[in-house]
């Protein structure tokens, strides 16, 4: 915006503006935009204008606002000392933590110590080296450690606390507090919306009287397939396609409550810094869609894949005479996906660039995020792993999942007690063998500290002394053959020398 001194009433007036130049400026910026384009009328730019300035985005010259009382006229306006909008996210810092995961600590019945919760690491050589300090031959004893079976609850919270942390971030942000009351997120949503889907993606609802009407359905599938329908009898009259459209923008207009919900406005809002990122954008609302309600996100995923198909649809007569397709869907359906509990006015422009981003690209936005999936599946098997807890530390060391396929007898289980908890031992001495890196004594006085504290281990691998000794070959030296040295010289004659005279 132009901004210049001005005169009103025998006084000036430094860096402001008037309100038709403000009108024309905005209107020529939105013209451009290829979000609204050309049909953006002069009326609807002074309509926008006076809810920035109800909303403190200008003032004027007396720094009043709060009305709508902005006219295509000669007053002046000016722009606020203050922003009021948001500012941007910041990276998070290094010494602050993400959202933390469910505290697995809590006191549970019964004095065991043997179902406590414990971090797994897996240990190489040297970390285990360190650690229990086996070079002076202090090498502790370890033992089995059972995970309590973890509830259909656990998984639900496990599920919900991975899913922020990553969602925030992606964002950048030091905390979602700025953004999001953790509080009104429901983990009972997010594990249905991940696991209860069709082959198509789509969410599938455990209480069917949530589900769309059959005649909404049967209607945004007659525009999706236009011109044939499978399950309804098109009339011929001419305009019967916008009748069609026209009851499918009631339908979702006397919502009361968008598809995105009031609580996750602004979550929804934060992703629009991250647009320039096309990538970051798609998998922070990949992220978010997962917090909707099941029903919220099927109705989102039928409306949003509807618009975009009907915009793609050559054959589909236009829906107005005055506004494209594309541009048309947007301003229909914006509001009821999104928009402000407080000034549902205020953010047609947010709401605006987010549906057509989600309309280029709902495929993988409305999908669930593989990668995220992965992680917390994996996270919550380790959390099941049997695993094996040194005396001592903090760190375990992850084995393999025991299968418990039949009923075993006391000896059997002693035996496999006993050669599983070796397994992690053997291959610590096994790659004490074959470290080539440090010395044959030091290897020698290692392998001497290993037998003594664990000699059943030892033994297996050096059943005998023959064994242990081919781990350190002795080197044979070669003797020179006689005469070895006149062969690199040439013949020369004979010549007598004292030690002949001897």
Not at 192 to 204: A, E, F, S, W
Request: aromatic share 8%; charged share 30%.
């Amino acid at each position: 915006m132009p901004l210049r001194k001005h005169r009103c009433r025998f006084k000036s007036y430094e860096r402001c503006f008037k309100a038709s130049e403000a009108v024309e400026c905005l209107h020529e910026l939105l013209g451009s935009n290829q979000n609204f384009g050309p049909e953006v009328t002069r009326d609807q730019t002074v309509k926008l204008l006076k809810k920035f300035l109800k909303n403190h985005v200008i003032e004027d010259i007396k720094g009043r606002w709060g009305k709508e009382d902005f006219e295509d006229d000669g007053r002046l306006y000016r722009f606020p000392p203050s922003s009021p909008l948001k500012s941007y996210p910041k990276k998070p810092s290094c010494g602050k933590e993400v959202i933390k995961f469910p505290d697995w600590n809590e006191a549970r019945a019964g004095p065991s110590q043997e179902h406590i919760p414990v971090k797994s690491v897996a240990m190489n050589s040297e970390m285990w080296y360190k650690r229990h300090s086996i070079a002076i031959g202090e090498v502790p004893a370890c033992k089995l450690v059972f995970r309590r079976e973890l509830t259909q609850t656990n998984i639900e919270e496990i599920w919900k606390s991975m899913t922020l942390s990553r969602l925030q971030k992606v964002l950048g942000l030091d905390s979602l507090d700025e953004v999001l009351d953790t509080k009104l997120v429901n983990s009972k949503h997010i594990v249905q919306n991940v696991y209860n889907v069709n082959k198509q993606g789509i969410v599938t609802l455990e209480d069917k009287s949530k589900e769309l009407p059959h005649w909404i359905l049967s209607a945004m599938k007659c525009l999706v397939n236009w011109p044939s329908c499978s399950d309804l009898k098109q009339p011929t009259y001419s305009g019967f396609e916008r009748d069609v459209f026209k009851t499918i923008v009631d339908y979702f207009s006397q919502m009361k409550e968008p598809l995105l919900t009031f609580n996750f406005f602004d979550i929804f809002v934060s992703v629009l810094g991250l647009l320039q990122k096309p990538s970051k954008a798609v998998e922070a609302l990949q992220i978010s869609c997962l917090l909707l309600p099941p029903e919220n996100r099927k109705r989102l995923q039928l409306l949003v894949r509807m618009m975009a198909r009907i915009s793609l649809n050559q054959d589909l007569p236009r829906l107005s005479e005055s506004v494209r397709t594309r541009t048309l869907m947007v301003q229909a359906f914006s509001r009821c996906i999104l928009c402000s509990k407080d000034e549902i006015d205020l953010d047609e422009l947010l709401a605006a660039k987010l549906v057509s981003f989600l309309m280029d690209n709902y495929q993988e936005i409305l999908s669930v995020p593989s990668a995220l999936k992965s992680s917390i599946e994996d996270h919550v098997v380790h959390l099941q792993r049997v695993q094996i807890k040194y005396d001592g530390s903090d760190s375990d060391a992850a084995l393999p999942p025991p299968s418990f396929c039949h009923q075993i007898t006391s000896g059997e289980f002693e035996y496999q007690r006993a050669t599983g908890s070796q397994e992690p031992l053997a291959a610590l001495l096994e790659e004490i063998v074959r470290n080539k890196e440090i010395s044959v004594k030091d290897k020698k006085k290692k392998l001497k500290q290993f037998q003594k504290s664990y000699p059943e281990v030892y033994r297996v691998r050096f059943p005998s002394p023959e064994t242990e000794a081919m781990v350190f070959p002795e080197k044979t030296k070669q003797k020179p053959p006689i005469l070895m040295w006149a062969l690199k010289k040439p013949f020369q004659p004979f010549h007598r020398t004292r030690s002949f005279r001897m």
